[in-house]
């Protein structure tokens, strides 16, 4: 058990019998009356998002997660297949667990694999990972019309924003937490 005192981002709690991970949060000790946790809280299983307020000090049960770090190896069908950097076991994971991360994943890059009782809850990637354009239009010097930015497909098939000047083959860095550009990479 631990005290709404306890709460961080990416802390997982047990509230009516359902996982929740914490996304924000913030404490609140208004003028008068006592002090308070609003948090913005997240279903693993489903996604959905609410935001749900503790009274400060109290008690919240918290989920053992076990973080493992891993390899994605490749994908099968719509599962995706990890490998444990310590034991070298591999897990199938289906594509409604990996979630948006799929956008961001290639070939053997390291991610954080959580399990709560052998199943797994989410992917965890690094902040930014590095990707290369596999398809953009040439951009024009001088055209600003779409303040500077032009659509551009990586090579997991996401499509994003970025700078005029960037060609195919680029590769730059994409931000995992808003799917926005970076950053270019020069090798």
Do not use: C
Not at 139 to 149: E, K, P
Not at 162 to 180: A, F, N, Q
């Amino acid at each position: 058990m631990a005290t709404t005192n306890d709460l961080k981002n990416g802390l997982v709690m047990v509230i009516d019998g359902q996982l929740w991970q914490v996304v924000e949060f913030q404490h609140v000790k208004p003028g008068k009356g006592p002090a308070f946790v609003r948090t913005k809280i997240r279903n693993v299983m489903s996604g959905k998002t609410v935001d749900k307020t503790f009274n400060a000090g109290v008690k919240i049960e918290t989920a053992t997660v076990d973080r493992r770090d891993m390899t994605y190896l490749y994908q099968d069908g719509d599962d995706y297949v990890f490998m444990d950097q310590e034991t070298y076991e591999q897990i199938m994971v289906p594509r409604e667990t990996v979630g948006d991360a799929v956008n961001y994943m290639v070939e053997n890059q390291d991610v954080i694999v959580s399990q709560h009782d052998g199943q797994v809850l989410f992917i965890d990637l690094p902040a930014t990972v590095t990707l290369t354009i596999t398809h953009t239009e040439p951009g024009l010097q001088g055209d600003r019309s779409s303040a500077g930015t032009k659509p551009a497909t990586l090579e997991t098939g996401y499509e994003i924003q970025v700078p005029l000047y960037m060609e195919e083959g680029s590769r730059i860095k994409v931000d995992t937490r808003t799917g926005t550009y970076s950053g270019r990479v020069t090798d």
